[in-house]
Structure formats: structure tokens, C-alpha cells
């Protein structure tokens, strides 16, 4: 059909009564263009052969599982060269991101009585947050595969109080057989769900009372150690872990950094299909080891003198967490039990670090939450029950079981609205009467928070 154009232009321009040069010209701008549509031509049939043959790569199945599997590092190096943050290879051009967390903050209470409320019993450790603005941290976080055996992950909150520090840096095998992994570096324990979490990805502000009374307002966070997990061939998923751990815990283990290693963590995590739209998860878990920490019982008003525990702590827990999701709605319920039991010396040191008395001191105590979390599209609701010494209230200095007032509680409730998957404002007021022998705490929390880059899904 381009042959009978081309003539047929050539014939109108012989009829035309235009001087030579220009039926000259016109004839050889003809042919150029006859000459860049046969070579279009060309590739247009060139392509369409190389698809044919890709689908035909596609779909033609491998004779044996031994060529199939020969075949996946090759397709994991072509499909890495393309997904790189800036393009080029992800081997060489991790995922990197940035998240910010920045909370305005406004109490009953003075920020000279926030930074000396504790939990009566359980931990002299004030909350985090004080009245005004509060930027908890800035975190970059950086991603990419070491090479087929190792990924490595880093995480550096920076802060203006005390600029970056190193929270996470560690190495994860991918290539171990039979459902075998092995983690290396700095971590935040993976005991339980909740405490393997940054607090950017919390339901709530800050963690749940029973947390911060056991393991401080970040949780048992920043270990160096190592962890193996496994994961069984089983018909609903199953996942069985094991981690040793410096134990820089300054309320459960104490931070002395010249210890060796004296935390250890045991897990077990199932979680499977409840209906087509839900799914439950339940994990028990416990974390036992040496403790030496100063953060139990307050200065004694008196003497000035300061109490030092050495003994041993073992904290159990319970989590559960049920989720539905159907079109745009989506429900979560989740509650976890945590109870601790805990023996040592307890020693009482004078200002000049003389010890003027010893006595044991035996502790047995719970403490519990439940929440429910509803959202409709981008906007979320949400409510948390707190409470301490559900079953178990054992605090005894000398077989002497101390009073601290009334049992710790505190009430909460949430608002958030997530105008992406990198932007969401929460407003939460809490109710809050951890301290018993203080006044109430009605706080407000505004929080923002905002991820640039490269960021993965969280787990379940």
C-alpha cells in the first residue's frame, strides 16, 4: 500500500506544472519517507517476535525443578538492576527513608510533676512527653539485600536531645533450609509483636501501661544480640523463636554495658484464617535473665538513700490480636497479658555509695490492656483500657508486702485521619491514674506523622 502512494504522488507531481528543482525535491523527500517507514516496519516486526518469544518463556514450564530453580537467581539479579530507589541495582542502591514523628502535648499537670511521675511499684520512669512540642525523633531508615545469603537493615532515630543514635543495625539470613533464620546486630526484640514495633507504627501514642511499667516507655528496644527463628512446615503458619541479648534494659536487666550477655527471649507466634475476611493471631511469649537496676522503688524521702536490685527477672506475656477487613471498613481487637516475676537483694546505698542495707524482695505482679480499632477509608477510631495488678499484686520488701494506694489504670481514646500511607494526624486524650498517689493526669496528644522513600508494609 506505501508503493501505490508513493506512485501515485509521483504521478500528480509530473502533472503539476512545477519547475524541475521542485518536483525534484518533492520526489526525494518521497523516498526518505518511503525509507524511515520500511525501517519502522522492521522494528515493529523485530518486537513483536521478542514478545512471542517472552510469552512463550512465560509459559512453557521447566522440565525439572533442578532448571527452575537454576533459573531464580538469575531473574532475582534481572529484576534487582530495575529496582533500585534511583534506578541501577538495589545491591548497590538500598531503600532509604525518613519517617518523623512530632507530637503537641498539653497536660493538667506542670512538666516539673510529668518528669517525676512514675508508676508507684513498678517504675520510677516518668512518660516521654512534656507540655508543648515534642519531636520524638526523625528515623532513616535504610534497607538492601548484602548479597544472596544476608540482608541488612539499619535504623537511626535522630533526636535533638542526644542527636543519632544507633537503635537498630543487623543482618538477616534468606538462604538457611528448612524454615531456619538467623538475625545478627542490634535489634528491637521481636518477643512479642508490640515490642517489635517503632512507635510510628503504634495504634496509639505510646505504648500500653502494662509496657511501660515492665520495660520502659520504649519497650525492650536497641539490643545487641543475636535471634533464631523457625518456621515449621505446617498447615497454618507458625513461627518458633529464640534470642540472646545484651540485656541494656535499664528497668528489666539494667544497662550496665559490661555484662555479657544476660536477657533471653523465648516465642512462639500462629496466626491463621478465621472467616474469608478475618484472621486471628496469638502469641505467648517470655523474657527471663540477670537484673540489676535502680528504677524500681524511688530515693528513700528521709535517709536520700537509693535502692539497687540485684536479683533475676522473668516477664511472661499473652498476645492476641483478631482483624476484619471488608472493602473499605476494617476492625482490629487486641489485648495482651503480661506478668512478671521477680527476686533479688534489694540494696539501700547512702549519697556517699555505701551500702547500709540489704533485704530481699519478692514481686508478683500483672497488668493487662484491650483495645478495639475501627477505620472507614482513611479514617480511623479507636479505644484502649489500661490496668496493672489484675490477679497478681505482690510487691515484698522482707516478707513485708508493701501498699502503694490504689491499683494502676488509665483510659484512652483516639482519632486519626490518613490522608496517604505516608501522612497521618491522630489526636488521643487520655484518662490517665497510673499514679495512685498523685493527681490525675488528663493529657491531649496531637500527632503527626510523616515517610518519605522507601518504606515496607508492617507485618500483620
Known amino acids: 500500500m506505501r508503493t501505490s502512494i508513493f506512485t501515485a504522488l509521483c504521478a500528480m507531481a509530473a502533472l503539476l506544472p512545477l519547475p524541475a528543482m521542485a518536483a525534484e525535491s518533492i520526489e526525494t523527500r518521497l523516498q526518505i519517507l518511503e525509507q524511515e517507514l520500511n525501517r519502522q516496519s522492521t522494528t515493529i ?81 516518668s512518660g516521654v512527653l512534656r507540655n508543648n512540642f515534642n519531636v520524638d525523633a526523625a528515623e532513616l531508615l535504610i534497607f538492601a539485600p548484602v548479597d544472596p545469603y544476608f540482608n541488612l537493615y539499619v535504623n537511626v532515630p535522630i533526636t535533638s536531645d542526644s542527636g543519632a543514635n544507633l537503635e537498630e543495625a543487623y543482618v538477616v539470613t534468606t538462604d538457611l533450609p528448612a524454615g531456619l533464620q538467623v538475625k545478627g546486630g542490634r535489634f528491637k526484640s521481636n518477643a512479642s509483636r508490640l515490642n517489635a514495633q517503632h512507635p510510628h507504627a503504634w495504634d496509639f501514642a505510646e505504648l500500653p501501661l502494662a509496657y511501660r511499667s515492665f520495660l520502659g516507655p520504649e519497650a525492650l528496644g536497641g539490643e545487641n544480640g543475636v535471634q533464631l527463628t523457625w518456621m515449621p512446615s505446617l498447615p497454618v503458619y507458625t513461627l518458633l523463636g529464640f534470642e540472646a541479648l545484651q540485656g541494656n534494659n535499664p528497668l528489666l536487666f539494667g544497662n550496665d554495658d559490661n555484662w555479657n550477655a544476660h536477657a533471653f527471649t523465648s516465642f512462639a507466634r500462629v496466626s491463621f484464617d478465621t472467616t474469608d475476611d478475618s484472621s486471628l493471631y496469638l502469641s505467648p511469649w517470655v523474657m527471663f535473665g540477670s537484673t540489676r537496676t535502680n528504677q524500681v522503688l524511688p530515693p528513700d524521702p528521709i535517709t536520700g538513700s537509693f535502692f539497687d536490685l540485684n536479683g533475676n527477672s522473668t516477664l511472661y506475656g499473652m498476645e492476641a490480636v483478631w482483624k476484619w477487613r471488608s472493602g473499605h471498613q476494617k476492625l482490629s481487637l487486641q489485648g495482651e497479658y503480661l506478668y512478671l516475676d521477680q527476686r533479688g537483694d534489694l540494696s539501700a546505698i547512702d549519697g556517699l555509695g555505701t551500702t547500709v542495707n540489704i533485704q530481699p524482695l519478692k514481686r508478683h505482679q500483672d497488668g493487662a490492656y484491650l483495645q478495639a480499632i475501627y477505620h472507614f477509608d482513611r479514617i480511623g477510631v479507636g479505644a484502649r483500657y489500661d490496668r496493672m495488678e489484675i490477679f497478681a499484686d505482690t510487691f515484698e520488701r522482707s516478707g513485708i508486702q508493701q501498699s502503694f494506694g490504689s491499683k494502676p489504670w488509665r483510659v484512652s481514646a483516639m482519632l486519626e485521619y490518613n490522608f496517604t500511607e505516608f501522612s497521618r494526624v491522630r489526636a488521643q486524650f487520655n484518662h490517665d491514674l497510673s499514679n495512685p498517689g498523685g493527681p490525675v493526669n488528663n493529657e491531649g496528644i496531637l500527632q503527626f506523622t510523616f515517610a518519605i522513600g522507601a518504606h515496607g508494609a508492617h507485618p500483620f
Open 45 to 125: 516486526q523485530e518486537q513483536r517476535k521478542l514478545i512471542e518469544e517472552l510469552k512463550q518463556k512465560v509459559t512453557e514450564e521447566p522440565k525439572d525443578q533442578s532448571q527452575k530453580v537454576e533459573e531464580i537467581p538469575s531473574a532475582v539479579a534481572s529484576a534487582s538492576k530495575l529496582s533500585g530507589l534511583f534506578g541501577g541495582s538495589l545491591m548497590s542502591n538500598p531503600y532509604i527513608s525518613v519517617i518523623l514523628d512530632a507530637k503537641g502535648y498539653v497536660s493538667n499537670l506542670k512538666n516539673n510533676q510529668l518528669a517525676v511521675r512514675g508508676v508507684p511499684g513498678f517504675t520510677t520512669e
